[in-house]
């Protein structure tokens, strides 16, 4: 009698092994490849289990772009992807000048001194006259991709007669515009209106025409408590598919959220008793903060009002009002200069960013890992006491003139102390301090860079915070002289740090 042989794992085929290893979890896969020798080895010679593992490990999802992939190897792409973790190692300062543009000498000669809002997104400057309804846009990092460059004449971008508009919010990766206006302006006319007849809508159009955006559900976006919008918009924003407005009224803000290319109408509202912000964490959670603390909902079903998940304490009793809070999206990827055009392979993970704000005085870099595995507080979500989650997850920090953050980065200006100019004189002059969380960079340590995992505390009102959020410490040789007050938005594009200012830039040292 013969007996059949068994097959074992060990006796696949070299391409078996890479299907089986390519379903696992990064960290899987390198526990996998490092306790047999046959996986070693297919690990080693397979580029697309690499890029899994490297994406993964810098907190990155790939973004497929299918006639890219078709011409472009993988092992390029994991070239690229390398490239990237050590990019931030060897930035460079970019000053860009706001008022030698000859956009904003337009703008500036028509408001007749009327103060202009402005906003930096993706590497293009919006400037808004609310009382001359003046916007233009154009692009002032140079080659961003796609670039675009509009001027709306006074009244010319109100989507009817009678509008107001109260506040824009522009998307030029997504070619959107949002507008947010009255009609029939009037406090006592408004005053005298119920819901549903207060004149108050945000709408969509293409950035780059006149119409409405080919992927929203309708031109104008209804909002579903309008009977609580008596004061001005404090804030209009947007992540993907989704565009939040914030008002306030009587020490009492709201918040509503539309997935507005599925629908016009929502009934996804937050409310607040105290004065706040909010940003978008990814496209299924929203978080608002005030000085009471972080609270972070659930907008994953926007069929119905957001689902509370957890709340998590501020460190000290201090009223904390938040001053500032960063862009929680990011522009991980960018143009390479060997390409003809803008290929984008990759973005951070909402998961592995960082989540930066300024509150009162002292300026916060939280993980958002935290908001994202909850299972360690389920005994305290409602609210989490900042003992327990904050200080491994935070990293504290007075903050010291303009400041930027993107993805897993955190960037800020530093004065540089009894610095001269070539006579002698004293001069202002600030450096660059960055800080890269990412916890590959951290565990690699490239470059110029300094490993921090010492604990630090910073002072509030003789209160201390103290938080050990690790993080690699890279300071710029690279000079500038400048009123870093002068600075609207620091914007991180890879190795590329703008410093857009008001007035025209110093020369690099």
Same mark, same amino acid.
């Given at each position: 009698m013969t007996s059949k042989s068994k097959v074992g794992f060990l006796s696949l085929a070299e391409e078996q092994y890479f299907y089986i290893l390519s379903f696992l979890p990064y960290r899987d896969i390198l526990r996998c490849t490092s306790?047999?020798?046959?996986?070693?080895?297919?690990?080693?010679?397979?580029?697309?289990?690499? &890029?899994i593992v490297e994406l993964a490990g810098q907190g990155l999802l790939p973004v497929l772009n299918t006639e890219f992939h078709k011409h472009v190897p993988i092992s390029k792409c994991l070239q690229l992807l390398k490239d990237n973790a050590s990019?931030?190692?060897?930035?460079?300062?970019?000053?860009v000048s706001i008022q030698d543009h000859p956009a904003f000498a337009t703008v500036y000669s028509q408001a007749w001194g009327w103060p202009i809002k402005r906003s930096f997104v993706d590497g293009h400057l919006c400037l808004f006259v609310e009382e001359d309804q003046l916007v233009t846009i154009f692009p002032l990092v140079p080659q961003p991709s796609p670039q675009i460059h509009r001027e709306w004449s006074p009244k010319s971008l109100c989507p009817v007669p009678d509008a107001y508009i109260d506040h824009v919010w522009i998307d030029p990766a997504q070619n959107l515009i949002a507008i947010a206006y009255y009609t029939n302006y009037d406090d006592d006319y408004l005053d005298s209106l119920s819901w549903p007849d207060?004149?108050? &809508?945000?709408?969509?159009?293409?950035?780059?025409g006149d119409g409405v955006h080919p992927q929203a559900a309708g031109q104008t976006l209804f909002l579903s408590e309008l009977d609580k919008c008596q004061n001005r918009t404090i804030?209009?924003?947007?992540?993907g598919r989704h565009i939040a407005i914030q008002c306030s009224l009587a020490n009492t803000w709201w918040s509503q959220i539309w997935d507005w290319q599925h629908s016009t109408t929502s009934n996804s509202v937050i409310s607040h008793a105290s004065d706040g912000d909010s940003c978008f964490l990814g496209n299924d959670r929203f978080l608002t903060m005030n000085n009471l603390g972080l609270y972070l909902y659930s907008i994953e079903d926007m069929s119905q009002a957001p689902?509370?998940?957890?709340?998590?304490?501020?460190?000290?009793?201090?009223?904390?009002?938040?001053? &500032?809070?960063?862009?929680?999206d990011d522009i991980a990827h960018g143009p390479q200069p060997q390409m003809e055009a803008h290929q984008t392979l990759w973005?951070?993970?909402?998961?592995?960013?960082?989540?930066?704000?300024?509150? &009162?005085?002292?300026?916060?870099?939280?993980?958002t890992k935290v908001f994202f595995n909850l299972d360690p507080f389920k005994e305290t979500l409602d609210k989490i006491p900042w003992e327990q989650w904050g200080p491994p997850n935070t990293r504290a920090f007075n903050p010291k003139f303009s400041v930027g953050a993107s993805g897993n980065r955190v960037f800020q200006a530093a004065h540089v102390v009894g610095a001269t100019a070539d006579d002698g004189s004293a001069v202002t002059e600030y450096s660059s301090h960055m800080m890269d969380f990412s916890p590959l960079a951290v565990q690699r340590r490239q470059g110029q860079g300094r490993v921090v995992n010492e604990p630090s505390t910073i002072v509030v009102e003789n209160e201390s915070i103290t938080t050990c959020l690790p993080y690699v410490e890279v300071l710029s040789d690279g000079k500038y002289s400048a009123d870093a007050h002068d600075v609207v938005k620091i914007w991180v594009d890879r190795c590329d740090i703008y410093v857009p200012r008001l007035a025209s830039p110093s020369a690099m040292n």
């Open positions: 306790v047999c020798k046959a996986l070693r080895q297919t690990f080693i010679l397979s580029p697309e289990l690499q &890029y990019a931030w190692f060897k930035f460079n300062i970019r000053p207060r004149p108050f &809508y945000i709408d969509l159009k293409t950035l780059d804030k209009l924003q947007g992540l689902t509370f998940l957890a709340g998590f304490s501020m460190p000290t009793s201090v009223h904390m009002r938040i001053k &500032y809070v960063g862009p929680t973005t951070s993970d909402p998961e592995h960013r960082i989540l930066f704000f300024i509150a &009162y005085h002292a300026a916060f870099a939280i993980s």
